[in-house]
């Protein structure tokens, strides 16, 4: 049985409240996993994402950077919140680094077993997560946006990263797909890239239902991602 509790957290004068899901028929530690939100805030969708991978036998935690209780009611609002944390990715990268360590304090984590997946504005916030050189077991990014934070990190990337992305992504084109395996590259990460033809962006979301602005629900692409992300966990937990 899959349980579901809030979770929070404080940090730099902030509380911050993610959701937790685990499945209480297993016992002990297990790997960790964060579910990186999309622009609108830590919502049901990530909580739904997080319940999936507790089924699959992880610590799943949908974190939460825009602070307890800021969810945006509407695109503009989304906008807003999302642009106070990219003017300042110093600021979006330490958040990401307390719920990490905040979610390496619960019971059943195992602390030697962790990773971060993310949509939309969340991939761009796995990317950056692993850009600092944390030492995470792995990264999923769906459909995110790839500019680098500016933070001039240098030092290899010691997470294995799997991008999962739509070729007619209007948010992050094919010429920012090859920047990004440039740069991965040059970091020395273990990376991969699975790139879905004719898909757009938010393909994991089926309430995506703007074609016309290049985002679209895909089944296929939304399926196949996942299985994609179930076998690079499956491989990066066992040691591989």
Not at 25 to 38: A, D, F, I, N, Q
Not at 52 to 58: I, M, Q, V
Not at 95 to 109: D, Y
Not at 145 to 151: A, K, T, W
Request: glycine share 10%.
């Amino acid at each position: 049985m899959i349980k579901t509790n809030k979770f929070s957290y404080q940090g730099n004068g902030q509380t911050f409240e993610g959701v937790i899901a685990h499945d209480v028929s297993l016992e002990g530690k297990r790997p960790v996993v964060m579910v990186s939100h999309t622009w609108v805030g830590q919502s049901q969708f990530e909580t739904d994402k997080a319940i999936e991978l507790a089924k699959l036998g992880y610590l799943a935690f949908a974190v939460d950077v825009y602070g307890k209780g800021k969810r945006a009611k509407n695109a503009a609002q989304a906008e807003e919140f999302m642009n106070e944390m990219l003017e300042d990715r110093q600021a979006l990268l330490d958040r990401l680094l307390l719920a990490l360590e905040e979610i390496k304090k619960h019971e059943l984590a195992d602390t030697d077993k962790t990773a971060i997946i993310g949509f939309c504005f969340g991939g761009k916030c796995a990317l950056d997560l692993a850009r600092s050189g944390v030492d995470i077991k792995g990264t999923v990014c769906f459909h995110g946006i790839f500019d680098p934070p500016g933070l001039e990190q240098e030092g290899d990337i010691l997470s294995k990263i799997l991008v999962l992305h739509g070729w007619e992504d209007p948010l992050a084109f094919p010429k920012d797909i090859v920047a990004l395996g440039y740069e991965l590259t040059e970091r020395n990460a273990i990376w991969e890239m699975d790139v879905f033809g004719h898909t757009g962006h938010a393909f994991t979301n089926p309430n995506a239902n703007a074609p016309d602005q290049g985002m679209m629900f895909n089944q296929l692409a939304n399926d196949r991602s996942w299985l994609r992300m179930t076998k690079f966990f499956e491989e990066i937990f066992s040691g591989h």
